[in-house]
């Protein structure tokens, strides 16, 4: 069975009724489903995640608070549809008793059905709790939260019936997710506080021991100290041979001011002598008038005669000064000599106390070493509960002080279309739709007629081959030659009537005369072909006549 393009159109035009019946029958469905469907309205608001937020006070050598990860902005764009965030605009704008999102509309059938099926056990009323909950399923639904491609904005739509509620519940859930990451940093701030608190109360309590054992273990040892300058034992110690080098530098000058005085006693005058002298003023007084009567009694044994009153008196003077120096010197050397006694016994005392002060703190080395251990401790102490004590009030203070690392840069404004349904569009499809089905209703149930009207033909032509093929085995059987010869043709030929082999000759028309008037005569044809039971038959009889063209006009 062959198809032609040119019966396809025949057969279209034949059935454009249909065609078009069925594409206004699709458009006026779907506009009659556009106008019942409640429109949604979509409002969308934009929030900026801050890349790289660093606060006020941190520290710049330490990571930003920002999220320049993607996966930290998906992470955030996956929170924002969170029950944390959708379930405070529940809560404020009622939507439990909403119609749309909540308990307060009409559930529909499939609604009614489902909560039959699934609710048919549970009994009783459902509870706020449990109404809060499906309302903030539904408005989650109604929530498509987007990364708008690789940037740091995350769209918040919120789909709903009224444009301007769905701006209100959009610009809800931006201003929900802020105050959420908010109240998420005062959170975390508060149980950082707390933490620190308590290891700060722990390291109080710590620090308070470690001082204790300090003290006590002083106490117990004589250990004991005054402020920054240590411990007594070695301040004593430290003292003693300050004055014992003092002691010792006092006994050198006043063994050398001694020696100086029995060195001038003896009448050795050196320059030594003479500077260790001039430190008596008693001394240097009568050495300066020594000199100067001296000097006078040079001049006048010069000038005068060795009797002379006046040298005689200059004489005399002289002798006088050098008696007092003497007995000044005598004196002084006394003096000096008592000095020197008791520097060295100073010196004496100094060192034996600095053998007793050191024979102390060489029994206490072994405990000072331990002291230094629980000093040491304490100290450390000391510095940590201090620089976290600092830290606590640092934070206190500081974490008021906090740049928020989102923002809202595209308040969400009520649409003033529809996002579904899209009336001119479905109609439009629809339209192409009703128009395919049409088409495949005409052709398709017309190549169905022909395919089973042709196996019909193939079924009916077998029975008549079956019919026909015992008068050949016949002839076979008795030598002749094989195959199908004239007497065979005739003998099909009476099975056929005048319609078949109009249509056996017709065929030849066809084949001759194909391009002239091809649709009519396919047409034509296909009229007889109707009221014909066999094709194969007038073959049959084309062949055994030889090929005769019969009326195709007579009966």
Not at 56 to 72: E, I, L, V
Not at 154 to 170: Q, Y
Request: charged share 25%; net charge neutral; hydrophobic share 40%.
């Amino acid at each position: 069975m062959q198809f032609d393009i040119w019966r396809i159109v025949l057969i279209l035009r034949s059935r454009l009724w249909l065609v078009a019946l069925c594409a206004i029958v699709f458009a006026g469905l779907t506009a009659a489903f556009t106008m019942s469907v409640s429109p949604v309205y979509r409002s969308t608001a934009r929030v900026l995640i801050e890349p790289a937020m660093r606060q006020p006070f941190d520290n710049s050598k330490t990571q930003s608070r920002g999220g320049d990860d993607p996966a930290a902005i998906d992470s955030r764009a996956a929170m924002i549809a969170s029950d944390a965030v959708l379930r405070p605009v529940v809560q404020r704008f009622k939507l439990v008793d909403d119609p749309e999102f909540g308990a307060g509309g009409k559930p529909g059938l499939l609604s009614r059905v489902m909560s039959i099926v699934r609710g048919s056990s549970h009994g009783g009323a459902a509870t706020p709790e449990d109404l809060e909950n499906k309302a903030v399923n539904a408005f989650s639904k109604a929530v498509k939260v987007n990364r708008e491609g690789l940037t740091y904005i995350i769209s918040i739509s919120v789909d709903s019936e009224n444009p301007d509620k769905a701006a209100s519940l959009a610009q809800a859930v931006a201003e929900s997710f802020l105050t959420d990451a908010k109240r998420h940093r005062d959170l975390v701030s508060a149980g950082v506080t707390d933490e620190i608190e308590k290891r700060v109360a722990g390291l109080r309590e710590r620090l308070t021991k470690a001082e204790m054992a300090v003290q006590q273990f002083k106490a117990e040892n004589r250990l004991q100290s005054a402020g920054q300058q240590g411990l007594l034992v070695n301040q004593e110690l430290a003292e003693i041979n300050t004055q014992l080098t003092a002691a010792r530098a006092a006994l050198a000058e006043k063994k050398a001011y001694y020696d100086a005085l029995q060195a001038f006693s003896r009448g050795v005058n050196t320059e030594t002598t003479l500077n260790v002298v001039t430190q008596s003023p008693r001394l240097a007084q009568l050495q300066e008038q020594y000199l100067q009567a001296s000097r006078e009694e040079a001049r006048l044994a010069a000038e005068l005669l060795p009797r002379h009153p006046r040298l005689v008196r200059s004489r005399s003077e002289v002798a006088r000064l050098r008696g007092l120096l003497n007995q000044e010197g005598t004196n002084a050397l006394e003096g000096a000599k008592v000095d020197l006694q008791a520097a060295r016994e100073r010196v004496a005392n100094l060192e034996s106390a600095v053998n007793s002060s050191r024979s102390q703190t060489d029994l206490g080395d072994a405990a000072s070493v331990r002291l230094r251990e629980l000093e040491t401790e304490a100290q450390t102490t000391r510095t940590l509960y201090e620089n976290i004590l600092g830290r606590a009030k640092e934070i206190a203070e500081l974490d008021q002080v906090v740049v928020p690392d989102a923002r809202i840069i595209s308040p969400a404004v009520a649409a003033d279309s529809p996002i579904w349904p899209k009336k001119k569009l479905l109609v439009a499809l629809a339209l192409v739709l009703g128009t395919g089905v049409g088409l495949f209703l005409a052709v398709g149930g017309e190549i169905a007629r022909m395919l089973i009207e042709h196996l019909r033909r193939q079924h009916e032509d077998a029975a008549r081959s079956d019919a026909v093929r015992p008068a050949e085995d016949d002839r076979s059987d008795e030598g002749g030659e094989p195959g199908i010869d004239d007497a065979y043709y005739a003998a099909a030929a009476r099975h056929l009537g005048p319609r078949e082999r109009a249509l056996s000759d017709f065929d030849d028309v066809l084949e001759a005369h194909a391009a002239l008037a091809r649709d009519e005569l396919l047409a034509f044809r296909d009229s007889i072909r109707q009221q014909s039971e066999t094709r194969r038959g007038s073959s049959l009889l084309r062949r055994g006549n030889g090929g005769s063209l019969l009326d195709i006009g007579s009966d």
